[in-house]
């Protein structure tokens, strides 16, 4: 391969590497592969090479100044776009448009539109091409490395070419072990981590007992949906819905969500608290934001490629020669056989409808060639664990480092998804671990619940329920309404950045949005966290707090402002329904 500047850096070059379609019969064609690498600083001393997730994500562009490729001195650092993903992505019609609802008709469409093909779009296939790409590095081992589903190709690729490893990076660990499609390891984690969210008096004043809130909606959604009034991201209030048949795999969506955002699993047990006591509003909100990402584009995420990859990697209780309905029928009674415990405090039917095997019923291919829980390499080996991580959980990691000889497990209490691209104290492990040094296996447990993803509460539905706040009566009720939206909007930020809004919705209408270059002020536009009270007007970033006068429109004649920090005080004052208002800002 030709390195070649191409990214406006000249810290990075892009390549391009033919393999075959067919690895064992390359007169069928080529598939360009699209490189990136990183040169290391000072004397070389290895490469390591880093698979992304998935399946079907690209693993390009290449940050020169992310926190792994600035932490590991001599090592170049490369990246590529695996078969099927970025500019050589796996494509069809029924998948990739806007609108595409991944119905089973749509999937099943989706393999006819790809054909034959999708046979060589494996794991096993992509360990064939990474080990062209070593060749093609010319060196005699990598040091190879994966997030979530790449530390199954990774783990893939080192039982298949043990002596071209130097070393092993697992971050966020699949155990080929779980792989049936029915995802035992997310279902046996989750009374674990919601017990752990709220450990240490988390969700004091939110809910005594997360899992039994869960357990309560899941079976008011059992045979109808909660339906009430929620609010769109824009802040429009219509009606909304979650759960019911048909929609059973709306709630644990709604959890796993937040394996990926911390903002997101910090509203996640107020929200099913007001669920389980009748208010819904805060879950349709919750569901807003985890909805509103869209499908991304192609070239960042192949969902023919996930079908074609996953559906072959996964050992599904049927064969490829079964019809749809044998499926269907095979995968309800594998989950009755694992029972009710199992899922708790979901249902057979939750865990069922969000499923891996659930998502495959319709693809025609099913375990072409999975691989074969097995030892790894006796290579130096780290491994990463979110303790806040669903798809991936810690069980996962030590499962996988017990069949290593050399592994250290590094875990982060209070993280979910991806630890290296995230956590400064990931990356420095992997440079510990390149450079021979002793990897401290306790280096991430300082990033707890209470730093990542603190709870937060869910608003009250009515004034009426609110104690007053800084004044009596009707007033206090509105002023605390008032604060509680703003302290929401400020504390929901990082839950709208995650779902790539400039802002967060109100749970019962408006909007909050930031402005300026680093967030220096947040405009809220008839915000309404609680029924009847709405906020408006702008809060400045000074130092480490906000200023400001928001105007508080509230029942009756209850209507007023606040201001926040005025003068450097630390306090919420103004008037409310001609009503002064003093009210710490703790």
Same mark, same amino acid.
């Given at each position: ?33 699209? $490189? ?16 992304? @997730? ?49 119905? *089973? ?107 039994? #809130? ?29 759960? @019911? ?23 996640? +047990? ?7 006591? @009748?208010?819904?509003? +805060? ?167 209470? $730093? ?73 536009? *008839? ?39 005025? #003068? ?7 008037? $409310?329904?001609?009503?002064? $208002? ?5």
């Amino acid at each position: 391969m030709r390195f070649a500047n191409c990214t406006g850096t000249t810290r990075v070059g892009c390549a391009t590497l033919s393999v075959p379609l067919d690895h064992a019969d390359p007169s069928k064609g080529a598939i360009p592969l699209h $490189i990136e690498r990183r040169r290391a600083k000072g004397t070389p001393k290895g490469v390591l090479v880093m698979l992304a @997730g998935g399946p079907g994500q690209a693993g390009t562009p290449l940050d020169p100044d992310g926190i792994v490729p600035a932490a590991i001195p001599g090592w170049d650092y490369v990246v590529l776009d695996q078969r099927g993903t970025g500019d050589s992505a796996l494509r069809c019609a029924a998948l990739d448009a806007p609108h595409a609802t991944f119905s *089973n008709t749509e999937i099943a469409t989706c393999a006819a539109q790809v054909g034959s093909n999708r046979a060589f779009y494996t794991s096993r296939d992509s360990v064939l091409d990474i080990e062209n790409l070593r060749v093609a590095l010319g060196v005699p081992r990598i040091a190879l490395g994966g997030v979530s589903y790449g530390t199954y190709v990774a783990q893939y690729y080192a039982q298949a070419f043990p002596d071209s490893v130097s070393h092993l990076v697992l971050d966020s660990v699949v155990d080929p072990a779980t792989m049936s499609g029915l995802a035992p390891q997310t279902w046996a984690a989750v009374p674990g981590m919601l017990t752990a969210l709220c450990a240490k008096k988390a969700c004091s004043g939110i809910t005594t007992n997360p899992v039994g #809130d869960v357990a309560r909606v899941v079976a008011a959604t059992a045979d109808a949906p909660l339906r009430g009034m929620g609010t769109t991201t824009g802040g429009r209030m219509v009606r909304a819905e979650i759960g @019911g048949p048909g929609a059973q795999g709306d709630l644990p969506g709604l959890l796993m969500v937040g394996d990926l955002s911390p903002g997101m699993r910090a509203l996640y +047990p107020g929200a099913i608290n007001a669920a389980a006591r @009748g208010d819904a509003a +805060p879950l349709f909100r919750l569901a807003a934001l985890a909805n509103s990402g869209g499908s991304p584009p192609v070239t960042e995420i192949s969902s023919a490629l996930f079908f074609a990859t996953e559906c072959a990697d996964s050992t599904p209780p049927w064969t490829t020669a079964d019809p749809t309905g044998v499926r269907t029928a095979s995968l309800g009674q594998a989950f009755a056989d694992m029972g009710d415990a199992a899922v708790a405090p979901f249902s057979i039917a939750n865990a069922s409808s969000a499923s891996p095997a659930e998502a495959c019923i319709a693809w025609p291919d099913a375990a072409t060639d999975p691989l074969t829980p097995a030892p790894l390499p006796a290579v130096p080996t780290l491994l990463f664990a979110g303790g806040q991580d669903l798809r991936t959980p810690t069980a996962s990691a030590r499962a996988v480092a017990a069949r290593s000889p050399s592994a250290a497990v590094v875990v982060a209490p209070g993280w979910g998804h991806d630890l290296t691209d995230n956590l400064g104290c990931a990356a420095t492990q992997v440079a510990r671990l390149l450079s021979g040094r002793t990897v401290q296996t306790g280096a991430c447990s300082r990033v707890t619940v209470a $730093i990542t993803m603190a709870p937060f509460p869910a608003p009250a539905a009515t004034v009426g329920a609110l104690s007053p706040m800084g004044a009596k009566g009707n007033a206090g009720r509105v002023a605390h309404a008032a604060r509680f939206s703003i302290q929401d909007g400020l504390h929901s930020l990082s839950a709208g950045t995650d779902a790539g809004l400039g802002g967060i919705p109100g749970v019962r209408g408006g909007f909050m949005r930031v402005s300026g270059m680093l967030g220096q002020t947040v405009r809220f536009r *008839n915000f309404s966290d609680t029924a009847g009270v709405r906020i408006s007007g702008a809060l400045n970033a000074v130092e480490s707090h906000f200023e400001g006068r928001l105007t508080v429109d509230g029942p009756g004649s209850l209507d007023g402002y606040l201001d926040l920090a005025k #003068d450097g005080a630390r306090r919420y004052t103004g008037v $409310i329904g001609g009503v002064a $208002i003093n009210i710490p800002l703790g």
